[in-house]
């Protein structure tokens, strides 16, 4: 199923060489080490350039390592609100306590 979203946001990181760049940096960083938080500010850089799908899993991929890395929790709750779909957003970590 295709994303009209993810089309509009590859034309404008072509258009945007700062975002490109920065898309760029971060995919060879994540490539280096599938590990690295660097998921999270690509996640954010998708979502700045409308590639809300693509940011959304990768958040989710990254939080099944990193349960409870807040940074990454936000974007993706930002990614859903972008993607029109907020009741999507997380509330907090699966097995984190409110008190």
Do not use: W
């Not at 295709?2 to 994540?30: F, K, T």
């Not at 709750?77 to 306590?97: C, I, M, Q, V």
Request: glycine share 8%; with cysteine.
């Amino acid at each position: 199923m295709a994303n009209p979203n993810s089309q509009g946001g590859r034309a404008a990181v072509a258009e945007d060489p700062v975002a490109a760049a920065a898309i760029r940096r971060y995919e060879e960083r994540l490539m280096r080490d599938p590990t690295s938080l660097a998921f999270a500010p690509l996640a954010d850089a998708y979502r700045k350039v409308g590639r809300t799908r693509e940011a959304i899993n990768l958040c989710r991929e990254g939080l099944a390592r990193f349960p409870h890395y807040t940074t990454a929790r936000l974007i993706l709750a930002k990614a859903h609100l972008d993607d029109g779909n907020p009741e999507a957003a997380p509330a907090r970590p699966a097995g984190s306590s409110s008190g």
